[in-house]
């Protein structure tokens, strides 16, 4: 016989799966297909705008590139994230990929989370087997908030985030 304290415990399991799976859902959109993962890294860094004119000739902010440093578990610097987007490791592996899907941060006034498959891959190394970049747990990097006045004015914006390579 179960008491009211087996129910409410048993309960409260099955919202937190409810709970859990409806999260997962959402991150499912960009987990990978079929992948092994590699390495997981966080990722300390800025994104980069640019001002410049629209169609209807009005300035605004453009994304133009990340800057970032990813590190592993024990805060030793392993990567460095770029313009293509691109990741290039200390042992000279680089990779370049493309976003094939995004879903909202879970932080509010933050970029989106994405998964990128690699298009092309420089050196062997650390980097070379690496098939898909998942990018999640987004803090910050949307737009400067400041309007910009001068075309090809840069602003960045500081981010966080996880990047998690696979194969």
Request: charged share 15%; hydrophobic share 40%; glycine share 6%.
């Amino acid at each position: 016989m179960f008491t009211h304290f087996d129910r409410v415990s048993r309960l409260a399991a099955v919202i937190a799966v409810c709970v859990a799976s409806t999260g997962a859902s959402a991150a499912s959109s960009i987990d990978p297909p079929q992948a092994e993962r590699v390495v997981t890294t966080t990722a300390s860094g800025v994104q980069v705008y640019s001002c410049e004119y629209d169609a209807q000739h009005r300035l605004g902010w453009v994304f133009k590139n990340p800057q970032a440093t990813l590190y592993d578990t024990s805060g030793q610097a392993l990567i460095r994230h770029s313009a293509g987007p691109s990741w290039e490791a200390d042992d000279g592996s680089r990779i370049v990929g493309h976003m094939i899907a995004q879903t909202p941060s879970e932080s509010a006034a933050s970029v989106p989370q994405l998964l990128l498959e690699t298009r092309s891959t420089a050196a062997s190394g650390m980097l070379s087997a690496i098939r898909y970049v998942q990018r999640v747990n987004t803090v910050g990097g949307v737009m400067p908030v400041s309007p910009c006045s001068t075309e090809h004015e840069l602003g960045n914006s500081p981010y966080i985030a996880n990047y998690i390579f696979y194969k």
